[in-house]
């Protein structure tokens, strides 16, 4: 999930959550009723989440809905809701993580603080692996990797489905 869509989650009730879901849906179906069950992936990738094909079947298995024929728009904003919130619990994860590398609480992870993160966590590289590690983490070469580079490091194909939304 993107760190967008969890600042709108987390801002949002669930008469506003399924406001944007009935959004997302629209604009993929151009105000149709119904669209096939394989589909829903589409409409679901327009709010920044990247689902795997299991996860599509799950979604379309929960809506009792057949895989060859049409999910209505009921069905996809009942299921729809708790793949969002979902995507919440497991940014609530990345969240903890982030603190337990940023020490000092200043939003960012320094090269000190990860450094001392990874021999507390008995994980060990070499100094040219961290470099290139940290490196490929710190995106914006400012010297510290802030919450939306963690986000990408950490959870690497919901950074791919955001496509530069972060």
């Not at 506003?16 to 394989?38: C, F, H, K, V």
């Not at 904003?77 to 994860?93: A, P």
Request: charged share 25%; proline share 2%.
């Amino acid at each position: 999930m993107n760190h967008l869509l969890l600042l709108l989650v987390e801002s949002k009730s669930g008469c506003e959550l399924t406001g944007e879901l009935e959004e997302a849906w629209n604009l993929y179906t151009r105000g149709m009723d119904q669209i096939p069950s394989r589909s829903v992936g589409y409409v679901l990738r327009i709010l920044g989440q990247n689902p795997t094909e299991d996860d599509i079947v799950e979604m379309v298995m929960k809506a009792n809905c057949d895989w060859e024929g049409l999910m209505s728009r009921k069905d996809f904003l009942g299921v729809g809701i708790e793949i969002l919130k979902n995507s919440c619990n497991q940014m609530d994860d990345v969240k903890a993580a982030f603190r337990v590398f940023d020490h000092n609480n200043d939003g960012t992870i320094s090269k000190e603080e990860l450094k001392e993160a990874m021999v507390n966590f008995g994980t060990r590289v070499t100094d040219d692996e961290f470099q290139i590690m940290f490196a490929e983490a710190d995106q914006n070469n400012d010297g510290l990797i802030d919450f939306d580079e963690f986000v990408m490091m950490m959870m690497p194909s919901t950074a791919a489905a955001a496509g530069g939304l972060m």
